[in-house]
């Protein structure tokens, strides 16, 4: 019998601080939940203390990105969302779930707590951002777009890590990409045992990895600073 191993805490807390700004699609949705332009973590006692908030229940406004729908509804960085429609916030996977039911257009009510004074705000969500600068490559034949890791994509998809690869920006559901498991946000690191550092290296490695393949091609994927295994089968 494999014995389980206890992850360390440090690593599930960099993973959890790690910026919600894109809430990511799973392959399941009809439509792609909104954008909304902040970042957020989990309360722990160290950062309730330090904002004079009584237990660990809510989450913690960590960023508010400029010119976002979190911006326009009037967050600011230091805000603490106590609730969600009504709903009161337990922890950060529940604010995680309940995001990911909301698509572009969509209000949630958020009430948050602010140098200890109470205030309820509406959040409009946002269409999902894509790549700046028109550098992001469309593949139709996956469903998907990518864009090279610039400063901007980076902060935009809440990616910290420095490494080569191509970020996934917007993501067809239903489509061969969606299907695989990709999501928005993710790092496509290899294609078929070839490093890629570019939208085009990645075209032509998919390309030369599927003629060898019968049209499926493994690809090594980083979302949130874990490595998976995603197979990717169809034509760019």
């Known amino acids: 019998m494999q014995r389980k191993r206890d992850v360390p805490l440090t690593i599930l807390l960099r993973a959890a601080i790690l910026a919600v700004v894109l809430l990511v699609p799973s392959r399941w949705a009809l439509a792609q939940p909104g954008y909304v332009g902040i970042q957020i973590q989990p309360m722990t006692e160290e950062v309730a203390k330090a904002h004079r908030w009584k237990g660990t229940e809510g989450v913690f406004v960590r960023e508010v990105y400029r010119n976002g729908p979190g911006e326009t509804a009037g967050l600011q960085a230091g805000d603490i969302i106590v609730t969600f429609d009504g709903a009161t916030v337990q922890g950060f996977n529940q604010v995680l779930a309940l995001s990911r039911a909301k698509t572009e257009g969509e209000v949630a009510k958020l009430g948050i707590l602010r140098n200890g004074q109470e205030k309820t705000v509406s959040l409009v969500y946002g269409k999902q951002p894509t790549a700046d600068g028109g550098n992001g490559l469309r593949l139709d034949g996956y469903g998907m777009t990518l864009a090279p890791l610039s400063n901007d994509v980076k902060k935009r998809f809440s990616i910290v890590l420095d490494i080569p690869g191509v970020a996934v920006v917007s993501l067809d559901p239903g489509r061969p ?52 295994i995603v197979a990717l089968t169809g034509h760019p």
Do not use: C, H, N, Y
């Not at 993710?186 to 890629?196: F, Y």
């Not at 085009?200 to 990895?209: G, L, S, V, W």
């Open 177 to 228: 990409a969606a299907k695989a498991g990709l999501a928005v946000g993710d790092v496509i690191a290899v294609v078929g045992g070839v490093s890629v550092s570019d939208p085009a290296r990645f075209q032509e490695a998919m390309k030369a990895a599927a003629r060898d393949a019968s049209g499926t091609v493994p690809l090594r994927v980083l979302r949130e600073g874990t490595g998976r």
